[in-house]
């Protein structure tokens, strides 16, 4: 939903959105952009752009679960919530009227113009009556937000919906003023006019603002009185008169606008809608060459490659999002990672920074090194403060390394990445917090980006939900993207099956299942896995791989099947991925984010 920040012109609403952003982190979006500030000033306030067209993002904003701050300076236009800065109207008026001769084209409108309500934004007191009529508006003075109160933070927190940590608020002003002197002026406490506030200004204003001026304590009834003075009796009816025309005209004049913008609009899509039809046949062709090469491009299962297309840089679409840890209420669990290494120094330190740069605040991560003499020993020791431990002894494979790695941490959560297989960013906050939110959860395992040796991108898996059955057939659960809870690690025996030197995290999976583990595919990319010459998959899965595989397939069907029969048996889970597979692409194509919202 949207909140609007609403105020008539100049009363705050800057310093409204500075002290939210200041105190709470919390950025803000702006009905009409105010080209006159600098990016960096713009930035250091948490004012942020719409990026879409107004209506579009209008639309999307009204319907969000997600609170959107908005400001604005037009009367209501819905019945979403608003916080309303109310100022006192002499200074909002003299502060609009420098701010029109600084920052708009000639002419614009007079100081007096602008008290009598000859504005785009109508007159101060009508602006805040229509605001204040609202029973979801929350009204906060100007005076109050120079220097908050705890208090005042406190309720503007509970108005914008914010439960995090609230900062002391220390004034950026002073700063923000030497910057942009003539956006920021020095507001005062009290009322001190100038050469432009005459006294027939003064009293145009009190007679047409006067009862509101009292009510909020800017003025008292002495005041309103002794202003009216200065205003001639044979124009009181006049002034009246005119304020109300002028308010009719703003309101008509901003009507006109409306309408105009939609005439364009529409104009604009027939022009288009014309240019189309010019086109159409010749789009036509281009559709249907177009929609065979994504045909042939995408009719065969991505599951089992290890390349799809030529290298490209790593996107973040669809990876796991960014992680305020402050911000999480309850414990993160600990995770217990191992990676064994052996003659890997090629890529062991790309491998140890994606793991230690998730900042993951719950994290043992122990390095098992079977004595490579390739230089990856010279590497461990620059990591040596930032890991729970390493080691470099012989041993007798892959599968003892992960063994005797998870003898040395502890952890309610587990996992091995190996040696040249990268976690990706923000992986380990998404898992903790998934495990912490779903306790009959067992194990869990996401997406795969296939990577080459210089980290460039060169396929993704899309794996559909998890399936107990297809594990008796085949693997496709990417091992770098596994993590399972300690209870099931424990209950199947509390160790990888060191006769397996490929098949281990399959046999492993077999043995979760028939202990009873729950399995969940999270929609997320977790991790990636490197492709390269010198790889394991490439070198052991014709001779060791295909012969511990047939082991596994023996061991749960009773035979080992054909290919043929091995086929038919995933054909239902296949068929599940590259409609999965289908799905991620359109969606990406249509603009969606990595969690399946319109961004």
């Given at each position: 939903m949207i909140i609007w920040l609403a105020s008539f012109p100049r009363s705050g609403n800057t310093l409204l959105r500075t002290i939210l952003n200041k105190t709470m982190d919390i950025d803000t979006l702006s009905d009409n952009i105010p080209t006159v500030l600098s990016e960096g000033v713009r930035r250091s306030i948490g004012m942020k752009d719409i990026t879409d067209n107004w209506e579009n993002f209008y639309a999307h904003a009204t319907r969000s679960d997600e609170t959107i701050l908005v400001k604005t300076h037009l009367p209501p236009r819905d019945n979403q919530p608003a916080i309303y800065i109310v100022r006192d109207g002499r200074k909002a008026c003299l502060s609009y009227s420098h701010f029109h001769q600084r920052f708009t084209k000639p002419p614009y409108p007079s100081l007096r113009d602008l008290v009598l309500g000859a504005d785009y934004y109508g007159g101060w007191a009508e602006h805040y009556r229509k605001w204040q009529g609202r029973d979801n508006t929350f009204v906060v003075r100007y005076e109050d937000l120079l220097n908050p109160s705890v208090t005042v933070l406190k309720q503007l927190a509970e108005r914008v919906h914010h439960s995090g940590d609230i900062v002391p608020w220390v004034n950026p002003f002073t700063e923000l003023h030497r910057e942009e002197p003539n956006f920021f002026r020095?507001?005062?406490?009290?009322?001190?006019?100038?050469?432009?506030?005459?006294?027939?200004?003064?009293?145009?204003?009190?007679?047409?603002?006067?009862?509101?001026?009292?009510?909020?304590?800017?003025?008292?009834?002495?005041?309103?009185?002794?202003?009216?003075?200065?205003?001639?009796?044979?124009?009181?009816?006049?002034?009246?008169?005119?304020?109300?025309?002028?308010?009719?005209?703003?309101?008509?004049?901003?009507?006109?606008i409306k309408k105009e913008r939609v005439i364009q609009g529409l104009k604009k899509a027939c022009d288009e809608r014309a240019t189309l039809f010019q086109a159409m046949n010749s789009v036509h062709r281009r559709l249907v060459r177009r929609l065979n090469r994504i045909y042939r491009r995408h009719r065969y299962p991505k599951l089992g490659l290890l390349a799809h297309h030529e290298p490209m840089h790593m996107q973040s679409w669809g990876l796991p999002p960014k992680t305020d840890y402050s911000r999480f209420s309850g414990d993160w669990p600990r995770i217990a990672l191992v990676t064994p290494s052996y003659g890997q120094g090629k890529f062991i330190a790309r491998t140890i920074d994606s793991v230690l740069h998730?900042?993951?605040?719950?994290?043992?991560?122990?390095?098992?090194?079977?004595?490579?003499?390739?230089?990856?020993?010279?590497?461990?020791?620059?990591?040596?403060?930032?890991?729970?431990?390493?080691?470099?002894?012989?041993d007798g494979g892959q599968s003892q390394a992960i063994n005797k790695g998870f003898t040395k941490i502890n952890g309610e959560l587990m996992a091995w990445l190996n040696s040249d297989d990268i976690l990706l960013p923000g992986?380990?906050?998404?898992?903790?917090?998934?495990?912490?939110?779903?306790?009959?959860?067992?194990?869990?395992?996401?997406?795969?980006?296939?990577?080459?040796?210089?980290?460039?991108?060169?396929?993704?898996?899309?794996?559909?939900?998890?399936?107990?059955?297809?594990?008796?057939?085949?693997?496709?659960?990417?091992?770098?993207?596994?993590?399972?809870?300690?209870?099931?690690?424990?209950?199947?025996?509390?160790?990888?099956?060191?006769?397996?030197?490929?098949?281990?995290?399959?046999?492993?999976?077999?043995?979760?299942?028939?202990?009873?583990?729950?399995?969940?595919?999270?929609?997320?990319?977790?991790?990636?896995?490197?492709?390269?010459?010198?790889?394991?998959?490439?070198?052991?899965?014709?001779?060791?791989?295909?012969?511990?595989?047939?082991?596994?397939?023996?061991r749960e069907l009773g035979y080992v099947p054909l290919q043929e029969d091995i086929l038919t048996a995933r054909r239902p889970y296949i068929l599940r991925h590259m409609l999965a597979d289908v799905s991620w692409r359109v969606r990406k194509r249509l603009g969606f984010d990595g969690n399946g919202r319109l961004p």
């Open positions: 020095e507001g005062q406490a009290e009322w001190q006019g100038d050469q432009a506030w005459t006294p027939l200004v003064n009293a145009l204003f009190f007679h047409l603002n006067g009862g509101l001026m009292v009510e909020l304590g800017y003025a008292t009834a002495e005041t309103v009185v002794e202003a009216g003075e200065g205003l001639p009796e044979e124009l009181v009816d006049f002034v009246g008169d005119v304020h109300r025309l002028l308010t009719a005209k703003k309101a008509l004049e901003a009507s006109c998730q900042n993951y605040p719950a994290l043992e991560y122990f390095v098992q090194d079977g004595a490579s003499v390739d230089g990856t020993l010279d590497i461990l020791k620059q990591y040596s403060d930032r890991l729970s431990g390493w080691e470099s002894t012989s992986a380990l906050a998404y898992v903790g917090a998934y495990f912490a939110g779903h306790p009959e959860v067992d194990v869990v395992y996401g997406h795969r980006i296939l990577i080459d040796e210089r980290d460039f991108e060169i396929g993704r898996w899309i794996l559909p939900r998890h399936d107990d059955a297809i594990l008796s057939w085949n693997d496709y659960i990417p091992q770098e993207t596994l993590f399972w809870r300690r209870a099931i690690w424990d209950k199947v025996g509390g160790r990888i099956d060191e006769d397996f030197s490929f098949a281990m995290d399959w046999d492993l999976l077999l043995r979760f299942r028939k202990a009873g583990a729950r399995f969940v595919c999270l929609p997320r990319f977790l991790g990636g896995f490197r492709v390269h010459d010198a790889q394991k998959t490439w070198v052991t899965i014709r001779d060791v791989g295909r012969k511990e595989m047939s082991k596994l397939r023996m």
